[in-house]
């Protein structure tokens, strides 16, 4: 790993450790001024949105966006998926609209017109092309103006509800339905927001959410998770929707085909991950059975280079282990070269809901239900 990989690695897990020691929180002290500054910034935007100084845009589809009030890790992506799973066996044909993070190009893209995906991560981001591969069916667009990714969806791909992945903070695109993801066994980190701790709002700002949904709780104590569900009818009204990254593959690095989770049974593995919160992907490997030999951790959505790559299999390989994992949201960063690399595995990942599902569903049809209602144009 590079230095400014270390720094980094170092950083983030100052940030989401609940409670740091008086050494980490003195090494912090200086930020706490920037923090302000942030948060001033942060409440200032909020309000010009809301006096309807700064403009928002109506789409011509509801809009449903998923966000988090953390930096990353919460799993927003396996969330869209699921909303968009759910939205195509009601029959819709819904589109995810993304920022494109992890891509270099720029402007509107369309990464899948509901074909599979026509980018790589390099013009579409780690995680529209991943949505493109695990949903063939779905539309993907990426690019920093929502309004006109939401214009294309609408109008040349003959979307007809549309998804704001990362979408909480994006407020110039006016929702139907904001859903907030928390990690119910980390819902804050240390409490503080950038650049201080990982936060970009405090948890007040779930007043503008219409639901909230919490990943991890399989992980997260009772007393917590209870607090959560607390806090989400106190907001919102309504329960929250609560689910668990559930592991359902293990599959070669080319995404194709399955070698099955019984494989990491009893091995010893060393990971290799781009994502916020590594330490999950640890926990998920272990429960499994698996005994991880190493990590090699790089910041999320890291585009690995050949180097880093060859690195982690050689260590992995020195260390006895006998493969290398990564994610599915990392695997799609890696160069096709890798595609035959018979020592690295793939683990694919599901949000497997296990209460709220009712909650969710009476939402959804809620809010399509008001778009098709003449005139219905939805909530801000």
């Not at 050494?23 to 409440?43: I, K, V, W, Y």
């Not at 010009?48 to 930096?71: C, D, E, H, Q």
């Not at 990714?149 to 695109?173: E, I, M, P």
Request: proline residues 6%.
């Amino acid at each position: 790993m590079t230095s400014a990989a270390r720094r980094h690695a170092a950083i983030g897990r100052i940030w989401w450790r609940p409670d740091p020691g008086w050494g980490e929180g003195l090494l912090f002290a200086p930020l706490t001024g920037a923090e302000g500054l942030f948060r001033a910034g942060a409440a200032l935007r909020g309000a010009l949105y809301r006096w309807g100084v700064l403009p928002a845009v109506r789409a011509s589809a509801p809009v449903v966006s998923v966000g988090n009030l953390a930096v990353g890790g919460a799993g927003k992506t396996p969330v869209v998926m699921a909303i968009a799973e759910r939205l195509r066996a009601a029959g819709r044909k819904p589109a995810v609209l993304s920022r494109g993070y992890g891509g270099r190009a720029t402007g509107a893209r369309v990464v899948s017109d509901g074909a599979g995906p026509l980018l790589g991560s390099e013009e579409g981001g780690d995680e529209p092309v991943l949505l493109a591969r695990r949903l063939p069916g779905l539309r993907v667009l990426c690019g920093r103006d929502r309004g006109e990714l939401a214009k294309v969806a609408v109008a040349t791909l003959g979307a007809d509800v549309l998804l704001l992945d990362d979408g909480f903070q994006h407020r110039r695109l006016l929702r139907d339905l904001d859903v907030v993801v928390l990690d119910a066994s980390n819902p804050w980190g240390n409490g503080h927001c950038l650049p201080r701790g990982p936060n970009r709002e405090p948890a007040g700002a779930l007043r503008r959410a219409g639901l909230v949904w919490l990943t991890h709780v399989d992980r997260a104590e009772e007393d917590r998770a209870e607090g959560l569900r607390e806090l989400a009818r106190r907001f919102t009204g309504s329960d929250p929707v609560e689910s668990w990254h559930a592991p359902r593959d293990l599959v070669p690095a080319s995404l194709q085909g399955s070698l099955g989770l019984p494989w990491l049974r009893g091995r010893r593995v060393g990971l290799l991950t781009g994502v916020a919160r590594p330490e999950s992907v640890r926990r998920t490997v272990e429960a499994l059975g698996a005994e991880v030999a190493l990590s090699r951790d790089f910041p999320d959505h890291h585009r690995f280079t050949d180097e880093e790559v060859e690195e982690a299999l050689a260590a992995a390989e020195r260390g006895g282990a006998d493969g290398v994992v990564t994610t599915e949201k990392d695997a799609v960063r890696l160069s096709p070269a890798w595609a035959g690399e018979e020592r690295l595995r793939v683990l694919r990942i599901e949000a497997e809901i296990v209460r709220g599902a009712d909650v969710l569903d009476r939402a959804l049809a809620e809010v399509l239900a008001r778009s098709a209602r003449p005139g219905g144009e939805g909530g801000p």
